[in-house]
């Protein structure tokens, strides 16, 4: 079956410095891929979605390339604040009829210090 | 406009007990679902609605669990018997007609705690 796997947190990073948050994943067919992110007290918020290979998704300054030849996903930001600190999901869609079946990682949590 | 809300926000119930959580897609939302974040786990789906027929209930873990919704709108998942490894955030989530069923909005969970 589908399943996502990504970098185990806590990350903690200064502010204005490089992130990455990896992920991978192991599916049939070709999923849409998606980064989630979940700001303290609130509830899960789309950040950025590729849907096919090469694609790349970006949003509020971060980025992801869906990477098909290595089944990645990683999440990038050149430069985070500390209003970035959250928590973040990779996670793919099923390809095919029941793509509205999202598959998601456990989740890596990002402080981001002053 | 109005996001996914979910109520109640937190839910403490002694093993045994039956719990209802309810959800309240976006207006003009067709479709919704309902996920669960254990601890130290990802989500994992539970059940798609499309209107208010339920075609994929197979995430649902066993028979103490169901969900049903009215008027094509709120959704109310029920977990009977609850048991302390239900203790999870359940999430709700919709999406609207147009949009590819894997774009969708998340309201903030009911994290349920079964003592």
């Known amino acids: 079956g589908n399943s996502v796997t990504q970098m185990e947190g806590p990350v903690t990073l200064s502010e204005e410095a490089f992130l990455t948050i990896n992920c991978t994943y192991t599916?049939?067919?070709?999923?849409?891929l998606f980064w989630y992110v979940q700001y303290p007290g609130e509830g899960l918020q789309l950040l950025l979605k590729?849907?096919?290979?090469?694609d790349k998704g970006s949003n509020k300054g971060f980025e992801a390339t869906y990477r098909k030849e290595t089944t990645s996903f990683h999440l990038e930001k050149g430069s985070v604040q500390v209003s970035d600190s959250a928590v973040y999901f990779c996670a793919l869609g099923n390809s095919g009829g029941s793509n509205y079946k999202l598959t998601f990682g456990k989740g890596t949590l990002l402080t981001v210090n002053p | 406009g109005a996001g996914v809300s979910q109520s109640p926000s937190n839910k403490v119930t002694e093993k045994g007990k039956d719990v209802e959580l309810r959800c309240d897609p976006i207006?003009?939302?067709?479709?919704l679902y309902w996920y669960r974040q254990s601890l130290g786990q990802g989500l994992e789906f539970l059940i798609y609605?499309?209107?208010?027929?339920?075609?994929?209930k197979s995430g649902l873990p066993s028979d103490r669990f169901s969900a049903e919704r009215t008027g094509g709108s709120v959704s109310t998942l029920t977990i009977q018997r609850t048991q302390q490894e239900d203790s999870a955030v359940y999430l709700c989530?919709?999406?609207?007609?147009?949009?590819?069923?894997?774009?969708?909005?998340f309201g903030p969970g009911t994290r349920l705690t079964v003592l």
């Open positions: 207006s003009g939302h067709t479709a």
């Open positions: 590729a849907t096919k290979a090469d």
């Open positions: 599916a049939t067919g070709y999923p849409s």
């Open positions: 989530a919709s999406s609207r007609p147009g949009q590819p069923r894997d774009t969708q909005y």
């Open positions: 609605f499309q209107g208010n027929s339920a075609p994929d």
